[in-house]
């Protein structure tokens, strides 16, 4: 937990930025918003995210909530108009930043000492959404999600224990690496699928209605994050092109390899070759963890099918929370063209038969996956 009385400014009241403020709100933390954006600091407020900073007031925490662009530039100009503070920044690149600011720091035309950087720390908090702005903040996004603290060669140890309390006062879970082992990290994790998302959602825009009506849940599942902001990603990938790159020479001959065997599937080998694939897939979706990166656990869906109107997913909740299973997931569904929508309810598997047959008796319509 930070020490309630310390002082958090948070610059760039965006998705992420309001959502750490609202976080640390709840935690009881004094937290001051800064945006550039009048509406975003404004917005970032009235959701209760902190209260507007007053220039000249003295943070003893400094979080650099900015897109990645700006990142270096807020961080030097938060360790020198607060001079005693600890700095951070949660921007999805970190080898970049980390270079822009010792290049400031050995350029004798710029203020920034290379001793002012021993109060900084890169940071990424593995939580987000593919939305922007304060408006969709959560201040339990990074619930049980991970949060990378990069320390640099000279970061004190003072402040790296300041960003990782500040990261479990949110309720994430701190991994430690380089700013490298990081960057080339998240070009597997979080940056190539990304890319796939977008890369197959592009295939969509000229479809025909008739074939999109018919979209369930594969499809759903592999483009939520294609409706991610461009201008972010523009800088993301841009500034870990590299090991994105590595990976994705890995990815074309898997494609190449995939189309040469389409082409006359019913060749010798052609088989077990397309088996191979969707066997390799499988080997490789039950290595990503589950909560707290504790092992991979699947869950059993138990779907309720309710009418499209207000109450129902809470008197669903409610019915279920008198059976006495835990909830590990909840997920909404619309069916296309039907007033009624489909709540799949995540349990344990050994709950899924009593529950499924609870809610039945109860009066839900329920249907096991
Ligand atoms: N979106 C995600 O899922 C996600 C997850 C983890 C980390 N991040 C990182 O968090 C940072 C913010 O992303 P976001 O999704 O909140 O974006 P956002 O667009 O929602 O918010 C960015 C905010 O920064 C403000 N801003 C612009 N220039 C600034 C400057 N010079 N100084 C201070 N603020 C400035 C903008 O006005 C905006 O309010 C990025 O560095 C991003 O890489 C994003
Ligand atoms: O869940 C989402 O929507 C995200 O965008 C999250 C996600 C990720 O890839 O996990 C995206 C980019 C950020 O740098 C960190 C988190």
Redesign the pocket.
């Known amino acids: 937990m930070v020490e309630p009385q310390r002082t958090v400014l948070i610059?760039?009241?965006?998705?992420?930025?309001a959502s750490i403020g609202l976080g640390l709100r709840a935690a009881g933390q004094k937290v001051w918003l800064s945006?550039?954006?009048p509406t975003?600091q404004r917005i970032a407020q009235d959701i209760g995210a902190g209260t507007i900073y007053e220039a000249g007031d003295q943070a003893e925490i400094v979080v650099v909530?900015?897109?990645?662009e700006?990142?270096a530039q807020?961080v030097a100009d938060a360790l020198q108009n607060h001079p005693t503070a600890t700095v951070l920044d949660?921007?999805?690149v970190k080898g970049k930043i980390l270079s822009q600011l010792n290049a400031l720091a050995a350029d004798a035309q710029h203020p920034l000492q290379q001793q002012d950087l021993h109060r900084y720390v890169g940071t990424?908090?593995m939580?987000?959404?593919e939305k922007?702005?304060p408006v969709a903040a959560r201040g339990e996004l990074f619930t049980s999600m991970p949060w990378v603290i990069c320390a640099h060669e000279t970061s004190s140890e003072e402040a790296v224990a300041t960003a990782t309390a500040l990261a479990r006062s949110l309720g994430a879970s701190v991994h430690r690496m380089t700013a490298t082992k990081h960057d080339e990290s998240v070009a597997l994790i979080s940056h190539l699928p990304q890319v796939a998302a977008s890369l197959v959602a592009s295939r969509l825009q000229d479809a025909e209605t008739s074939a999109l009506a018919l979209s369930g849940n594969g499809l759903r599942d592999v483009t939520r994050i294609a409706a991610s902001?461009p201008n972010?990603w523009v800088q993301?990938l841009s500034g870990n092109a590299r090991p994105v790159v590595e990976i994705l020479y890995g990815l074309r001959e898997d494609i190449e390899r995939l189309i040469g065997t389409l082409e006359e599937p019913e060749a010798p080998g052609g088989q077990a070759d397309i088996a191979q694939l969707i066997a390799e897939g499988n080997a490789g979706v039950t290595r990503i963890p589950g909560k707290h990166g504790a092992p991979p656990q699947s869950f059993a869906v138990v779907t309720v099918i309710i009418d499209d109107k207000p109450g129902q997913i809470a008197a669903v909740l409610n019915d279920v929370s008198t059976v006495g299973v835990n909830v590990e997931d909840l997920r909404m569904e619309h069916s296309a063209g039907h007033q009624v929508g489909m709540l799949e309810v995540s349990v344990l598997p050994g709950r899924r038969d009593e529950l499924a047959e609870a809610l039945t008796e109860m009066g839900w319509k329920v249907v096991l996956s």
């Open positions: 610059r760039g009241t965006g998705l992420l930025g945006d550039p954006s975003a909530a900015s897109p990645p700006v990142t807020e949660i921007a999805s990424h908090p939580a987000g959404r922007s702005g902001d972010l993301i």
